[in-house]
């Protein structure tokens, strides 16, 4: 069947559904685009020596972003050298702002956004009335005697407008101080540009035509398109035939059986009343009024060639009173708004300005010229000494003037909380009286935490063409390959535990592993080969899981019982503590320090313990604080250095085993929420044959006709089914189940949840995905032909001055280990936070040079090329995108989130409109979730990410699997 598919919107959104539309055969469609072009908010144009971006211009972060996945592997990124707190802070009277005052009160600002999150959520007042709270507190410590009360509050009137453009309200108080935080970041860079290309660069990915437009596999998207045709109207639920009709205002008429419709909240706000026949059901009308979208513009300046000096990035405006006072009765008042002049990737002689909210649309109604001139007084007056030309070229965006758009991007305000909605109301298909689709919405004010992004609005198409193809491939229509009692999906360690569990039982089951052997996050692996080892066996090192963490679990039980078990244990951070310039740290400092801070995290974990709200922010805070208060007062002034260097180390080390980006994001009060089970398990248990032994045992205990391999799942259908949950697979297999175990890494539960589960999961659950934390470490193994580390039981790396997030990716190194037992002659280096992430896209021969170059400058010796080496890449695998989990300070005032991963979904209990568990509202949700008959479909998740205790840990992970299969027996 290929049913009649009117899209409507050629943007991000549009294009993204009909290129998977069209991929999985769906060619029954037509785009209607009102403007003459496609991209909708993405706008590349010609402009100075290169393109520049009218609208959509960085990639914002790497981890869990659809733009990132899709580019990162054609190296169409570059990193931005942008440092906020690295612009100039430039008053109207010419005068600057000192940078260590500009520094510190950009650190305030970025203070009370991240590490009051806590408080943020629970606020129930604008983003501007908490930060104005906040920021006042913070002037009146020592801290900031030093800074005017005229400049404080100038930088925060110029904090006011930057904070705007990023939300595109018109005031800060416009903005939701709790829905501030339903956007969620993602990790990484967040100001990737795309080189000279321009953002349209993402749209050519899409269709297949980068880097050949020629592609055998080209999307020529044009042919599908109908330029300059705006939508009057979208007649869905009065023909007989459940035929939807889209007239356009040239009176063309184009009949469809399903519509998907991207237009802007913009658009909406301003004609929902009229565009739709019946009118909108009240939910969706409620969405349309409560969700907001605002106004950014950009003020393009080519100039015949720079006037300001390589490596100046930029100056923000800060206002005097009566300068501002005589700007206000100009006739160009919008220049107030207008927060600073920046320069442009690959653009060396232009320079652009930004403005938002009401003077931006004030802005929009002046003329070019004027507008042009306007931008010249502002850099006059501001950068007074120094002698400013006439640009020779001149552009600005209307996005607010253009009826086809109405605004840049939405953001949730104080309205989205009085009227409760939410974008999840927006996206509510228009269905027919069988609950078809016929009317579908797209488009970034439709996604729940990546509005106001491209990759946001790119989930949404592919999320709206999914729901169709989901459709057509219906459990009537698709053949069913098998039908189980219990379908476990991932046969890692999770996946593994719960089968065993199943084995004796009177259950039928079947794992299913999208890769093509078990284990998941365990993998044993051999070492590349460089040349010069000439040895008949393999090199083999754990990739992943390498240890077992104590005695008392299950998994020891099971490698005790067949001989898995190495007699030698492992420590980290051994050796010699050595500083950049080739200082070696005297040992009994290192110890006296580590002593400290062990103490100080012992001392963290009584938090778990209290009830009351009187506990740090995170980890971080708490360490650093008690680090300052309990260092000892005797130490001299090079040795306090040193301990605070070395202080520099534990961050970083405990970065890596907490599997986060930093100590600040891992929350101080559930630290002690960690189970040791009264073990001492900082000496490690060996495999003999490496971790990947016993997951070999387990598969046999399992039998391998019970594991599909190779099988990626693009849908779980869970509401639509009698009784069944409907599993698809890329392949194009179908298996049914009346129990489904979900066994998937946080990882991919982050990056796909819209995508997978049809319809979403509950939302306690998805706040619950959302919100425990998720991180990558990696591990680079080099082998040597011999050790010439001498006696030396390895090196971890102290640097002089602290870490920046965009420092060398070297950086984030803890250090080398020696790997025993194991191949011999190897050092494990272990890296976290952005270096592994980074690490990720370097080739391994970088990597390789680049930690011998390390390893030469720390230890002064002559470092000899390796003979074999491994280089994992754990957020890259699609089907892990990570490490583990770590208790994130987003749970502190919901401890909840750690068990509600714990609980069923009782299929037949789900609203499909509030997107929860129906319930009785006097009872407790987790206690009502449980089947209420044996017929009942259930959903339940296993993993390591799962396990309130034991969460981290392959132990964790394998008893989390057999939990969830013994409460099915």
């Given at each position: 069947?290929?049913?009649?598919?009117?899209?409507?919107?050629?943007?991000?959104?549009?294009?993204?559904?009909?290129?998977?539309?069209?991929?999985?055969?769906?060619?029954?469609?037509?785009?209607?685009?009102?403007?003459?072009?496609?991209?909708?908010?993405?706008?590349?144009?010609?402009?100075?020596?290169?393109?520049?971006?009218?609208?959509?211009?960085?990639?914002?972060?790497?981890?869990?972003?659809?733009?990132?996945?899709?580019?990162?592997k054609l190296n169409v990124f570059g990193s931005n050298n942008f440092k906020y707190?690295?612009?100039?802070?430039?008053?109207?009277?010419?005068?600057?702002?000192?940078?260590?005052?500009?520094?510190?009160?950009?650190?305030a600002m970025w203070s009370i956004l991240e590490s009051h999150r806590n408080e943020l959520s629970r606020y129930?007042?604008?983003?501007?009335?908490?930060?104005?709270?906040?920021?006042?507190?913070?002037?009146?410590?020592s801290d900031y005697v030093d800074i005017s009360n005229e400049t404080a509050f100038q930088f925060l009137e110029f904090f006011h407008k930057f904070e705007n453009s990023i939300e595109a309200s018109d005031c800060w108080f416009d903005t939701s101080g709790a829905g501030y935080l339903q956007y969620w970041e993602c990790d990484g860079d967040h100001l990737l540009n795309w080189k000279d290309r321009g953002y349209k660069t993402i749209l050519d990915i899409l269709m297949k035509r980068f880097p050949s437009p020629n592609s055998i596999d080209a999307i020529n998207i044009e042919d599908y398109t109908q330029f300059n045709k705006t939508v009057a109207n979208i007649c869905w639920n009065s023909n007989p035939d459940n035929i939807a009709s889209v007239r356009c205002t040239d009176n063309s008429v184009y009949d469809a059986d399903h519509v998907i419709c991207t237009v802007s909240l913009g658009v909406l706000k301003e004609r929902y009343q009229s565009l739709f026949t019946p009118e909108l059901p009240a939910i969706k009308q409620n969405a349309i009024k409560g969700l907001s979208i605002g106004t950014v513009d950009k003020l393009y300046l080519e100039f015949d060639k720079p006037f300001w000096s390589d490596g100046w990035q930029g100056l923000s405006l800060l206002w005097n009173q009566n300068d501002l006072e005589e700007i206000r009765a100009s006739e160009n008042s919008w220049m107030e708004d207008v927060f600073g002049f920046y320069t442009v990737d690959f653009q060396p002689n232009i320079l652009c300005g930004w403005i938002s909210g009401v003077n931006a649309r004030r802005m929009e109604r002046t003329s070019d010229e004027e507008v042009r001139k306007g931008c010249v007084f502002l850099l006059r007056k501001f950068m007074k000494h120094i002698d400013i030309p006439e640009p020779v070229t001149f552009r600005r965006t209307q996005w607010y003037s253009n009826p086809n758009f109405r605004g840049?991007?939405?953001?949730?305000?104080?309205?989205?909380?009085?009227?409760?909605?939410?974008?999840?109301?927006?996206?509510?298909?228009?269905?027919?009286?069988?609950?078809?689709?016929?009317?579908?919405?797209?488009?970034?004010?439709?996604?729940?935490?990546?509005?106001?992004?491209?990759?946001?609005?790119?989930?949404?198409?592919?999320?709206?063409?999914?729901?169709?193809?989901?459709?057509?491939?219906?459990?009537?229509?698709?053949?069913?390959?098998?039908?189980?009692?219990?379908?476990?999906?991932?046969a890692g360690i999770a996946g593994l535990g719960a089968a065993k569990r199943l084995i004796d039982t009177e259950k039928n089951f079947l794992l299913l592993e999208a890769q093509s052997e078990a284990g998941g996050r365990i993998k044993t692996i051999e070492m590349h080969h460089f040349g010069g080892l000439d040895e008949e066996y393999k090199q083999l090192v754990d990739s992943g899981a390498q240890w077992l963490h104590g005695k008392q679990n299950e998994l020891y039980k099971i490698a005790e019982s067949y001989d898995l078990l190495h007699e030698e244990l492992s420590e980290e951070g051994l050796g010699e503590y050595i500083r950049n310039d080739g200082l070696k740290i005297d040992s009994f400092l290192v110890k006296k320090?580590?002593?400290?801070?062990?103490?100080?995290?012992?001392?963290?974990?009584?938090?778990?313990?209290?009830?009351?709200?009187?506990?740090?922010?995170?980890?971080?805070?708490?360490?650093?604080?008690?680090?300052?208060?309990?260092?000892?007062?005797?130490?001299?002034?090079?040795?306090?250095?040193?301990?605070?260097?070395?202080?520099?180390?534990?961050?970083?080390?405990?970065?890596?085993?907490?599997?986060?980006?930093?100590?600040?994001?891992?929350?101080?009060?559930?630290?002690?929420?960690?189970?040791?089970?009264?073990?001492?398990?900082?000496?490690?248990?060996?495999?003999?044959?490496?971790?990947?032994a016993l997951v070999n045992c387990l598969v046999d205990e399992v039998g391998s006709n019970r594991i599909l391999y190779k099988k990626e799942v693009t849908e779980i259908r869970w509401k639509d089914v009698d009784s069944r949950v409907l599993v698809r697979c890329s392949d194009g297999t179908c298996y049914s189940c009346q129990h489904l175990v979900v066994t998937f890494s946080l990882g991919v539960l982050k990056a796909t949840p819209n995508l997978l589960f049809q319809p979403a999961l509950p939302k306690s659950f998805r706040r619950s995905i959302r919100n425990i934390g998720f991180g990558t470490i990696n591990k680079i193994f080099l082998q040597f032909e011999s050790a010439w580390w001498d006696d030396a039981e390895g090196f971890q790396l102290i640097w002089e001055d602290n870490l920046e997030k965009g420092a060398h990716w070297t950086r984030f190194l803890s250090g080398f280990d020696i790997v025993s037992p194991g191949p011999a002659n190897t050092l494990l280096g272990w890296i976290g936070s952005y270096g592994a992430l980074e690490m990720e896209r370097l080739s391994d021969a970088q990597i390789v040079n680049d930690c011998v170059f390390l390893l030469e400058k720390f230890t002064r010796k002559k470092v000899p090329q390796p003979v074999r080496y491994y280089c994992t890449r754990w957020n890259s695998n699609p089907f892990i995108r990570g490490s583990y989990s770590y208790t994130s300070v987003n749970c502190d005032y919901e401890p909840t989130f750690l068990k509600v991963l714990q609980e069923p979904i009782v299929c037949n209990q789900y609203d499909r409109l509030t997107g929860e568990i129906e319930r009785n509202p006097e009872q407790d949700m987790l206690q009502t979730q449980k089947p209420s008959a044996s017929s009942s479909a259930t959903i339940r998740f296993a993993g390591e990410a799962c396990h309130e205790k034991y969460f981290s840990t392959a132990h964790g992970a394998f008893l989390s699997g057999m939990e969830q299969a013994g409460k099915l027996v």
């Open positions: 069947m290929n049913p009649r598919i009117v899209i409507i919107g050629a943007g991000a959104a549009g294009i993204a559904s009909a290129t998977r539309l069209i991929e999985k055969g769906y060619t029954n469609l037509t785009i209607l685009e009102a403007e003459n072009r496609i991209g909708g908010r993405i706008h590349t144009i010609p402009f100075g020596s290169n393109v520049v971006d009218l609208g959509a211009q960085w990639c914002h972060g790497e981890v869990s972003n659809a733009c990132y996945e899709l580019g990162s707190e690295d612009f100039e802070l430039v008053k109207s009277s010419g005068e600057k702002v000192p940078q260590e005052y500009s520094q510190k009160l950009m650190s129930r007042g604008s983003l501007g009335s908490f930060v104005l709270e906040k920021f006042r507190t913070i002037l009146n410590t840049s991007y939405s953001f949730r305000s104080v309205t989205t909380d009085l009227l409760n909605t939410s974008a999840e109301h927006l996206a509510l298909p228009l269905s027919n009286a069988i609950g078809i689709p016929v009317v579908q919405f797209a488009g970034e004010a439709t996604h729940d935490h990546y509005y106001s992004t491209v990759h946001g609005a790119i989930e949404t198409g592919w999320r709206e063409a999914n729901r169709l193809i989901g459709l057509y491939q219906s459990p009537l229509q698709c053949q069913v390959d098998s039908d189980v009692n219990v379908l476990i999906l991932g320090v580590d002593f400290l801070i062990g103490q100080i995290l012992e001392d963290c974990e009584k938090f778990a313990q209290k009830e009351n709200d009187s506990f740090p922010s995170s980890v971080e805070v708490f360490l650093r604080e008690e680090f300052k208060k309990r260092l000892d007062p005797n130490l001299t002034t090079d040795e306090i250095k040193l301990a605070n260097q070395l202080l520099e180390w534990h961050m970083r080390f405990q970065v890596i085993d907490n599997s986060c980006l930093t100590m600040s994001d891992v929350s101080a009060k559930l630290w002690g929420s960690y189970s040791f089970n009264g073990e001492s398990c900082q000496a490690h248990i060996n495999m003999k044959y490496g971790f990947q």
